[in-house]
């Protein structure tokens, strides 16, 4: 299994919107709808912030969402906000029980 | 509230075996819905999923790791172990446990553990 496709970097001023993609193939990402975004500060474990391509986790702020279209999901940031600032990593099921990661995003916010 | 705790050698010595257990607190590890997973994070670099153990202790791994990879789980003392043999350099990385919940018909990664660095050196 080949690691899912995020581009390396994004940024956004404060009170900006910043969508993050993650590319994958129709045995993952476009096969299922188990597809799942972490937030990481450096230092820190991976923070669930979406599941199910779309869906919040509680007390995830409602400024993060999620979208697929293909074999594509993405990752929405609306009102950009300091504490935004972190690594993010996209996630699918790829079948038979077998899972697989993005590289990672490295969010900036200017 | 589930918490997970990563334990285990921070060394390991090239071709030896890396051990580590995950303990599960506040909550129950014996669970349909849930699979008990590792995931590894080499220094400054992205995440990896190296496999997951049901409480039946069916286990699946990374193919790329499948032939050195081995997690089983010991619902008496609710906790998961990874066992990763003939380590090399490139094995160092912060090494994570986390429950797979698969409540609702989809999966995800949540809690984490902290996470423990093992660096593979003589």
């Known amino acids: 299994q080949s690691a899912l496709t995020q581009p390396p970097s994004a940024s956004g001023s404060p009170g900006q919107s910043v969508t993050i993609s993650c590319t994958g193939t129709?045995?993952?990402?476009?096969?299922?709808?188990?597809v799942s975004w972490y937030q990481q500060h450096p230092g820190k474990a991976p923070k669930l912030m979406i599941y199910e391509v779309d869906k919040r986790p509680s007390g995830v702020p409602d400024r993060f969402s999620g979208s697929k279209s293909g074999n594509t999901a993405s990752l929405t940031v609306s009102g950009l906000q300091a504490e935004d600032e972190a690594d993010y990593y996209c996630?699918?099921?790829?079948?038979?029980?077998?899972?697989?990661f993005g590289g990672g995003t490295k969010l900036t916010v200017l | 509230q589930l918490q997970l705790q990563e334990s285990g050698p921070g060394l390991v010595k090239p071709s030896e075996t890396l051990s580590l257990t995950c303990t599960v607190s506040?909550?129950?590890?014996?669970?349909?819905?849930?699979?008990w997973g590792w995931i590894r994070q080499p220094p400054g670099k992205g995440l990896e999923w190296i496999g997951n153990v049901f409480y039946s202790g069916s286990a699946y791994y990374n193919p790329s790791l499948k032939s050195r990879v081995t997690i089983s789980v010991d619902t008496s003392k609710t906790q998961f172990s990874l066992k990763l043999s003939s380590v090399i350099a490139a094995d160092t990385a912060v090494y994570y446990c986390?429950?797979?919940?698969?409540?609702?018909?989809?999966?995800?990664?949540?809690?984490w553990g902290q996470g423990t660095l093992v660096t593979v050196s003589s």
């Open positions: 129709s045995s993952d990402v476009g096969g299922y709808n188990s």
């Open positions: 996630s699918s099921y790829a079948g038979s029980n077998i899972w697989v």
């Open positions: 506040g909550g129950s590890i014996r669970s349909s819905s849930y699979q």
């Open positions: 986390a429950r797979t919940d698969c409540s609702g018909g989809s999966c995800r990664f949540d809690p």
